[in-house]
């Protein structure tokens, strides 16, 4: 028995769908709205005490950490090995899964939230935003899901931010073996990095181009090819569509003051 | 050939140091002051282009970062095997060595550096100190060592960073299996966790004691006794004597107005 709790194919839920459904897997999907704080909801915060997504269930073993994840869904399942078969291989695999988790995916969440929560969260009035954020187990994401909606943030910090994401598209072009990040197998490192850059050559233009970076530009089209990152793509992704819906909301209000969004005290 | 470039017993060096004495490989040591800025020499940033140790050579192949170098030690030599022989195991293990990586010493690596750079650096003009800085490949490190030597950081950050530190002994404490970390198997986990802990129950006793965190406190206990653990901790870790030095300096100097430091620039 094998279940996925996950927020739809985008960060680190697409990272640990792409290995199930690259190797063919069968699993009991369950989506949640991750804009409408179901992850801090009692009943998943039982499964996962941290209230975050992905978390993989296998036969009552409960698995946190999309990085984890992916080695023991390989470790254990049959299907396209996903990790190079010599320790030497696995260790370079790990220095780009690691960069990912401690470098690449935070400068670009932040950015993310930055520019997506306010707007997710401007039906709520401020208690009621204040209520869902104490429900969210841990500290780090309290203060992160306050600021975003605040935007405290300064454009320093946003700069800095801006600088991670793009020092990391060239640390990828620069190390780039082709086909595949490490050479000729398709591995966790390709995995981790997609789950990053999904959706980037058009959010991030700027950033990841044909010009600036074509061997990121090429490997991305490749990876947009291979079927099981297409099935997990065409994953809902429940967060997404409710995040166009309210900016569709916002863009309707734009110009009548009296459409002014309840979270109002949020504003800069 | 096994090489191990390294500054000694301390943090993530003593990390990648203690499997490789838990073991009982023979290995070459290079231990660098890393106080002195030994890490960021050219011939070093030859080995390692993130002038960054510490660095495990094996029969000419280049392996980086701790928790991925001890992985690939584990998989690659005979002695006592140090992950769980089960997937399932491997991942909790993962979890809490991550955990380590991106919690647990940041925060606790902001604190000492905090307290140690300003002193480390005191016989350095500001101008000798940027050059210092200059070379250093990381823009990351950069700031962190002029900031750590200007001391800009606020009451707030040293103190949410002592809070970070407080609750990742507790998570430690709350966790801890017995008799290592994840049950009868001494793991990676316990080389992670204690990698950190060397020297917290003199430092931060207030932390790390028998009333707040009984179970830390043993499992302490129980590491200092291990050979390889004794092993390891007997090698030199110049960057203290350098420090000790300095901080036997600074105490002389105060009352010594014609003694003050070279640095004094930095001094808030």
């Given at each position: 028995m094998l279940e996925l709790y996950h927020?739809?194919?985008?960060?680190n839920s697409l990272k640990a769908l792409l290995p199930l459904k690259e190797k063919g897997l069968e699993f009991t999907s369950h989506v949640l709205n991750l804009l409408q704080f179901e992850q801090h909801e009692p009943w998943f915060v039982k499964i996962n005490p941290n209230g975050q997504v992905p978390v993989l269930v296998h036969d009552g073993k409960v698995l946190t950490e999309s990085t984890v994840i992916n080695e023991y869904v390989d470790e254990t399942f049959q299907g396209?090995?996903?990790?190079?078969?010599?320790a030497y291989g696995r260790a370079q695999m790990r220095v780009w899964t690691k960069f990912v988790d401690e470098y690449f995916c935070p400068a670009l969440s932040f950015l993310g939230w930055y520019a997506m929560i306010r707007t997710a969260v401007r039906d709520l009035s401020p208690a009621e935003f204040e209520a869902k954020v104490q429900r969210i187990p841990l500290k780090e994401q309290r203060d992160k899901w306050r600021e975003s909606a605040a935007q405290v943030w300064t454009p320093q910090q946003l700069d800095d931010w801006r600088r991670r994401v793009r020092a990391s598209i060239q640390r990828m072009e620069q190390g780039m073996a082709g086909p595949w990040m490490l050479g000729s197998q398709f591995t966790l490192a390709d995995v981790s990095l997609f789950s990053m850059l999904i959706g980037m050559p058009e959010r991030y233009a700027d950033i990841v181009n044909q010009k600036g970076s074509p061997r990121v530009v090429d490997w991305y089209s490749r990876m947009m090819e291979r079927p099981g990152v297409k099935a997990a793509l065409a994953i809902p992704r429940p967060s997404r569509e409710f995040l166009e819906t309210q900016q569709k909301a916002e863009a309707a209000a734009r110009g009548h003051p009296e459409a002014t969004p309840r979270n109002q005290a949020f504003r800069p």
């Open positions: 927020g739809g194919p985008g960060a396209i090995p996903l990790r190079p078969p010599d």
